[in-house]
């Protein structure tokens, strides 16, 4: 079973950027869309953005235009540019495929 290891978050200022990094091993990385989420404690788990395998985005509305996600198959990691950031976007942030466990995320506070 694949755990990823998500990495990268921090506090920010708003109007900041970050870029998260979520890595995972194995050899049916390529085969998969990945995605990411992101969950305030006492919420639930919100839906961010998916990278397909052949690389099709879709984001969404809450980060279209601000974030991009983006995958590297040769280092089984996927990335999140965070761009524009706003108190809004505080959360613990993590990157889920078919078939993997949860990972631990990563945190990122924004401040305003």
């Known amino acids: 079973q694949v755990q990823p290891v998500e990495s990268g978050g921090g506090l920010v200022q708003a109007g900041g950027s970050l870029r998260l990094s979520c890595a995972a091993s194995g050899s049916t990385f390529s085969d998969n869309a990945i995605d990411w989420y992101r969950q305030v404690p006492g919420k639930q788990r919100e839906w961010v953005a998916t990278?397909?395998?052949?690389?099709?985005?879709v984001y969404a509305s809450s980060v279209k235009g601000r974030f991009a996600i983006s995958r590297d198959n040769a280092k089984t990691t996927v990335y999140l540019q965070m761009n524009s950031l706003k108190p809004a976007d505080t959360a613990v942030y993590y990157c889920?495929?078919?078939?993997?466990?949860w990972g631990q995320g990563t945190q990122v506070t924004v401040s305003s």
């Open positions: 889920k495929a078919a078939g993997w466990d």
């Open positions: 990278i397909s395998r052949g690389g099709t985005t």
